[in-house]
């Protein structure tokens, strides 16, 4: 049996899909299932061995159950997103799909006995183009009013969007306005520290903390700046920020010392990296205090290597002078 194109491609993966345009009565038919609560297209995974109007008829014919012939073709569409099942769980996925509109039958009687990547049962649904609901591709709402005989190129990319990672013990995302009070008690534990004396904290002010939570917040929809909240159930226990310098991105943490020791700082960079990796970043970049000594073991378990070691000043003082310490640069350099 010929294998789906769906395959890993470097810490992502790769998928090629064929989706069918039925209409009727000015409604198009799509696919749900009791796992999801949003509708998708008729259609699959290209097999290898077969070309893509081959893979649409036979995925109509599996669907529906009915024999259907193409019109023509109407779409190609990449698509950058994060996946949700099977082997693209949390992987970050690029689609490349061609969407073809079918001749219906004039008795057209769909029956649907297929199941979804996941195992579970499909179901069939006619759905207005008008209808509140959740539907993929959601461009079908807009293009399909409006029907042009050429083909149209689009292109989807929601690699700067919200965010969701899984390991093991944690969950690691973007950071979004409501985080302000759990990283301000992060804050304060951080300045009652040892180590305060070598990285303040930036604020601890209500107002202050709530405002530049805010403006991280609103930054989830960039690749240069991106901040993530690291979680444990429901509870923030740490962040991370990556932002973009000249040709690598530079990347800060800060843990409450509640969970330090607990291996979740390591656990959540590793899932960071990974994910950095995918979005074909080849370098990163931090720096620490040098007396900073479980920040250093972080580092350099990570597989950085210090590179420089230099007097750097971040903060100033109650009387604003800087407060300069002996820092470490270090840098990784990612695999292609």
């Not at 036979?58 to 698509?79: A, I, K, P, Q």
């Not at 950085?304 to 003082?317: G, M, N, P």
Request: proline share 2%; hydrophobic share 40%.
């Amino acid at each position: 049996m010929s294998l789906d194109m769906c395959v890993p491609c470097d810490s992502g993966v790769l998928n090629i899909r064929v989706g069918a345009i039925i209409m009727k009565d000015q409604k198009i038919l799509m696919v749900g299932n009791e796992w999801t609560d949003y509708l998708y297209s008729v259609g699959g995974r290209v097999k290898f061995g077969e070309t893509a109007e081959e893979a649409v008829v036979r995925e109509v014919f599996e669907e529906t159950g009915v024999s259907m012939e193409v019109d023509r073709l109407g779409f190609v569409h990449e698509n950058y997103y994060y996946g949700d099942v099977g082997i693209k769980l949390n992987k970050l996925v690029y689609e490349l799909s061609y969407f073809f509109y079918m001749k219906v039958p004039e008795h057209f009687v769909p029956v649907n006995e297929s199941v979804s990547d996941g195992g579970c049962k499909e179901f069939l649904r006619w759905v207005s183009l008008d209808e509140a609901v959740q539907m993929y591709p959601d461009f079908f709402r807009t293009e399909l009013k409006f029907p042009v005989n050429t083909v149209k190129h689009l292109v989807t990319d929601e690699r700067g969007k919200k965010m969701l990672l899984k390991t093991e013990r944690l969950t690691v995302r973007r950071v979004n306005a409501e985080d302000w009070r759990s990283i301000q008690d992060i804050w304060i534990d951080f300045s009652k520290a040892d180590l305060a004396q070598y990285d303040k904290p930036h604020m601890t002010e209500d107002e202050d903390v709530k405002a530049h939570i805010a403006r991280w917040a609103a930054a989830e929809n960039h690749l240069e700046h991106m901040y993530f909240a690291v979680c444990l159930e429901n509870q923030v226990i740490g962040y991370i920020s990556a932002n973009q310098r000249s040709g690598h991105y530079e990347i800060g943490y800060c843990f409450h010392s509640a969970y330090h020791g607990k291996g979740y700082a390591k656990e959540s960079h590793l899932a960071l990296i990974s994910y950095l990796k995918s979005l074909g970043i080849r370098k990163l970049s931090a720096g620490t205090a040098i007396h900073n000594v479980p920040s250093v073991k972080l580092l350099k378990s990570l597989g950085f290597k210090q590179v420089a070691r230099e007097k750097v000043s971040f903060y100033k003082d109650e009387q604003g002078s800087d407060i300069v310490f002996d820092g470490g640069i270090f840098e990784l350099e990612l695999e292609s």
